[in-house]
């Protein structure tokens, strides 16, 4: 029953995912390219963690880890150089 | 209570992915980027949410060992959704701002700030009220 949900809910973020590239291919606004991408990294996140429940392993963990971080940074460091000109003044 | 157990999770794992597909449906469908904003929050809570407590439940009770790691990525996502958010909102109005009347901008009204005279911040300087007490300063 596991195996069965983990292919549906693997399904629906790749169907997710392509519709973040929809997004994030046709904008119109560089803001619109940034919530796109921040998307994706979310998405990215629960692909790996629904991955590590089928490989029954944690090992993967680390880098959904990484991801939750580094892409929050990425958002950032993107809005504030839209905002500023510069990401660190 | 394995198969108790197993269905929940199999219940949770489907709805996050529900919720993910819910979002980024949102996020490719709504007409504005105030009204994108909305879809995306609700796939990082409740969609990577419910993946994640999916697995902590998923873990212990098939005998492997439980780790921290799920916490960890619920407490980033959590504290980083709103701040992303924000600062995406900012951005957005800040490019409205600079890119004066386009079609883009006419045609989704943000809403009325919330008083007369007040405009919503990117990194303007709010209007001091009495200029002439500032010039005796």
């Known amino acids: ?89 | 209570m394995t198969a108790i157990l197993d269905f929940i999770i199999a219940a949770l794992i489907i709805l996050g992915g529900a919720f993910a597909l819910i979002g980024s449906w949102g996020l490719a469908r709504l007409p504005s980027l105030m009204s994108r904003l909305h879809g995306p929050t609700k796939a990082t809570t409740l969609g990577v949410g419910s993946c994640l407590i999916a697995s902590m439940i998923y873990f212990p009770t098939h005998g492997l060992s439980w780790s921290a790691h799920e916490l960890l990525i619920t407490l980033f996502l959590f504290i980083t959704a709103p701040i992303a958010a924000n600062m995406i909102a900012k951005a957005y109005i800040h490019g409205r701002h600079v890119s004066g009347g386009r079609a883009e901008v006419n045609e989704n009204p943000l809403p009325p700030p919330p008083h007369s005279g007040a405009e919503w911040a990117t990194f303007g300087v709010p209007p001091s009220p009495k200029p002439d007490e500032r010039a005796q300063d």
């Not at chain 1, 997004?23 to 803001?31: E, I, K, V, W």
């Open chain 1, 1 to 89: 029953m596991i195996d069965l949900a983990l292919m549906i809910a693997l399904a629906c973020i790749a169907l997710a995912v392509l519709l973040n590239l929809y997004r994030l291919l046709r904008g119109p606004t560089a803001s619109d390219r940034i919530l796109a991408l921040d998307t994706m990294v979310i998405n990215a996140i629960a692909l790996i963690i629904l991955f590590g429940i089928m490989e029954k392993t944690t090992v993967y963990f680390e880098a959904a880890l990484l991801l939750a971080m580094v892409g929050f940074v990425g958002t950032v460091a993107y809005a504030k150089f839209l905002l500023r000109g510069d990401i660190v003044e």
